[in-house]
């Protein structure tokens, strides 16, 4: 199947700085990919959707000016939590699609804590 | 607004036993349903997907039925390894974008050998 990429996998920053989260997808171009955050023990919760070239869609609830998303190539989105905080602590998981009603690939995750 | 629910609990089953997960739902009308494995601290891992007009699915020791009247999905493991130890996760896919998923919290799955 199709390889997405994340990195870092970890991250420990001091409360107050910005970190960058990058999603890649390996072997095919993904003009949509997804951020979700997932908290121990509870489900992924979709942050937002990256969209190639365009601004990103955040759900409700979701700070954009917070949690900053570029997507400027087919391959390639970031996610920059902004001046972070410890309750900003989590899992952050990318995934990539293609069509409707296909598989998502997800990346490994980056485990985020906030010092 | 949209609820999805399964198995709150932990599974614990014996090794060479059925495992039966269970994924409700309100609110929505999926067109499709997946089912993904997540092992501690990694990605979900995608396992089957099943369409509002098909009953059932299977894919090896994998078996995924889907009742949209009852709004409902049953996931079973047949002959189950320890290996088989994740949590899983299901999946609403309202099928308007690709990849845009809702997921419930899921469930832990331990298999003793």
């Known amino acids: 199947g199709a390889v997405v990429s994340q990195h870092p996998s970890r991250v420990i920053c001091k409360s107050g700085t910005s970190v960058k989260i990058e999603c890649r997808s390996l072997?095919?171009?993904?003009?949509?990919m997804f951020w979700y955050r997932q908290f121990p023990k509870q489900s992924l919760m979709l942050m937002a959707t990256?969209?190639?070239?365009?601004?990103?869609?955040?759900e409700q609830g979701v700070e954009k000016d917070k949690f900053l998303i570029n997507h400027a190539s087919l391959t390639l989105s970031t996610l920059t939590v902004t001046s972070a905080h410890p309750e900003d602590s989590s899992f952050y998981i990318c995934s990539a699609s293609g069509r409707a009603g296909t598989e998502a690939f997800f990346g490994q995750g980056t485990r985020l804590t906030v010092v | 607004s949209q609820k999805i629910e399964q198995n709150s609990e932990a599974l614990n089953i014996q090794e060479g036993k059925t495992a039966t997960l269970t994924c409700n739902y309100t609110n929505y009308s999926p067109a499709y349903l997946q089912w993904y494995r997540q092992d501690p601290g990694r990605g979900p891992v995608f396992l089957l997907l099943?369409?509002?007009?098909?009953k059932e699915k299977r894919k090896e020791r994998l078996k995924v039925t889907f009742d949209t009247t009852l709004k409902q999905s049953l996931f079973h493991i047949t002959a189950s390894q320890p290996a088989d130890s994740a949590t899983y996760l299901c999946?609403?896919?309202?099928?308007?974008?690709?990849?845009?998923?809702?997921f419930g919290q899921g469930t832990e799955l331990s298999v003793k050998p």
């Open positions: 099943i369409r509002e007009n098909e």
């Open positions: 990256s969209n190639e070239g365009s601004k990103a869609t955040y």
């Open positions: 999946a609403l896919d309202g099928g308007n974008q690709g990849g845009k998923l809702i």
């Open positions: 072997d095919f171009q993904a003009t949509t």
